[in-house]
């Protein structure tokens, strides 16, 4: 077979080309993500009644989602309602924005270990009878502690302020079982 001779302008001319396509490549890339996955799903959570705002990114690969929630009555629908709206499959990572100041979060930091060992020990009941004393001796307007098979729902409202926590559920009896 013979091959043509590579001259300086045919190599020019194959960089070039090699160039315009991953460049093509590239871009149609960014344009899949930015039209058939960014928007549509901001758009849908923009239409959320609990939304405040919505942003989206891929960074290596991943899905990143940061919701801002304005004050919702339960937060556990309203979460619900956001994961409802992303892709039920892929890997994303969803991060909820909330709207906490030092108070709020000090009442946090003093409730945690009550509702992380809920969480961990599935003893829920225990849980929220800690929680139950410790609020009503502290000032505050309206607080929230809900569960499902999957997470643990915390929410603290106080003035114009709330703060939203979702705690994972790991199950005492599935940690037993990985043993």
Same mark, same amino acid.
């Given at each position: 077979? #013979?091959?043509?001779? =590579?001259?300086?302008? #045919? ?12 460049? !093509?490549?590239?871009? *149609? $890339? @960014? %344009? &899949?993500?930015?039209? =058939?996955?960014? !928007?549509?799903?901001? /758009?849908?959570? %923009? ?13 290596? *690969? ?6 801002? =929630?304005?004050?919702?009555?339960? =937060? ?14 892929? +890997? &994303? @990572? ?8 030092? &108070? ?9 270990? %009550?509702?992380?060992? %809920? ?13 139950? /004393?410790?609020? @009503?001796?502290?000032?505050? #307007?309206?607080? !929230? ?10 929410? !603290? $409202?106080? +003035? ?18 990985? +043993?």
């Amino acid at each position: 077979m #013979n091959w043509p001779k =590579l001259t300086k302008g #045919n190599l020019i001319i194959i960089f070039l080309s090699s160039v315009f396509f991953l460049s !093509l490549l590239f871009i *149609g $890339h @960014s %344009a &899949y993500q930015r039209f =058939l996955i960014i !928007l549509p799903i901001q /758009k849908q959570l %923009a239409e959320l009644s609990p939304v405040k705002e919505a942003a989206i990114e891929f960074e290596n *690969g991943d899905l990143f989602i940061t919701v801002g =929630l304005d004050e919702v009555k339960n =937060l556990q629908d309203s979460y619900n309602e956001v994961r409802n709206v992303l892709p039920k499959q892929g +890997k &994303y @990572s969803l991060d909820i924005v909330d709207n906490r100041d030092e &108070y709020l979060d000090d009442l946090w930091r003093k409730s945690r270990f %009550a509702i992380e060992e %809920a969480a961990i020990l599935n003893n829920l009941v225990t849980g929220k009878e800690i929680i139950d /004393k410790y609020f @009503s001796e502290v000032e505050i #307007n309206k607080w !929230l502690f809900e569960v499902d098979e999957d997470y643990l729902y915390f929410q !603290l $409202h106080n +003035k114009n302020r709330y703060l939203y926590e979702i705690i994972p559920r790991n199950r005492i009896d599935s940690v037993n079982k990985s +043993k």
